[in-house]
């Protein structure tokens, strides 16, 4: 997802740690449930959630770094620049929606808590702004290729399936190639994903960049309120979920082919 005006004001010490306390919770009571409904999420599924969590994570953050580079420190005042995935977790976009959806069989899709980012604070709000947005999905590339990497060393020559067996789900059956096979693909899907040009997608910076400059003040307050439409759209159209997710696990199988 792309970068957030603002968040909030953010709480006591000790709000906080309740709040941390009752999302490690939630937490805990869906993963219970899910190990309990085995029947209808499997391992790999598990694995892949797993693996999804710092990739996600790692996306948020280089939003902040980038923008922090450019002079907004606005993720680092609100202690964002962090890997606690604490910081990062909405309770209903990174664990309740998503889980529930893979329970009830729709599919998965998700999101963290945006990284704040003030982009008239930036030393080139247009040009610098479209950085900040596209870091997220150059971060999940770069580790996509990194699993790539790990892929070809983990699995001896030859063993890496053909691209038809990937697409048709096969995954061997080493856990070590299997969680490099989901932490490559789960990078895969959120880079396309998110350069969707859709707000508040990343790629939407890309639309943002060519509008008339006149246009983008009030185009940043209606972003403000574009999440909610995304996941009624993202819900409700699920041939997208499935384009996507279809496309990027045959662009996967490709690469490993």
């Known amino acids: 997802m792309g970068p957030t005006p603002g968040w909030g004001r953010p709480g006591t010490g000790a709000g906080r740690n309740r709040s941390q306390i009752i999302v490690i919770g939630v937490v805990a009571l869906l993963i219970l449930y899910a190990i309990s409904r085995a029947h209808s999420v499997s391992s790999f599924q598990i694995l892949f959630f797993v693996m999804l969590v710092p990739s996600i994570i790692l996306h948020e953050v280089s939003h902040g770094w980038v923008a922090l580079a450019f002079g907004d420190d606005t993720a680092k005042r609100a202690g964002r620049l962090t890997l606690n995935p604490l910081r ?14 893979i329970l009830s069989g729709v599919g998965a899709f998700g999101y963290a808590k945006p990284v704040p980012v003030n982009v008239r604070r930036l030393r080139s709000p247009r040009n610098q702004s479209l950085l900040v947005s596209l870091a997220g999905p150059a971060v999940n590339i770069v580790l996509m290729l990194a699993a790539l990497l790990a892929l070809r060393v983990a699995a001896p020559a030859g063993t890496v399936p053909p691209s038809m067996y990937v697409a048709q789900g096969y995954i061997p059956s080493s856990l070590l190639w299997e969680a490099f096979f989901a932490f490559g693909l789960g990078n895969m899907i959120l880079a396309v994903f ?56 045959r662009a996967w199988g490709d690469l490993l082919g």
């Open 88 to 101: 990062h977790i909405d309770p209903i976009g990174t664990v309740i929606l998503p889980v529930i959806l």
């Open 194 to 249: 998110n350069l969707l040009p859709l707000p508040p997608l990343d790629g939407s910076a890309l639309l943002e960049r060519a509008m008339p400059r006149s246009w983008w003040p009030g185009y940043l307050r209606v972003r403000m309120y574009a999440m909610p439409v995304l996941i009624v759209v993202v819900l409700l159209f699920s041939p997208i979920r499935s384009a996507v997710g279809t496309w990027a696990l």
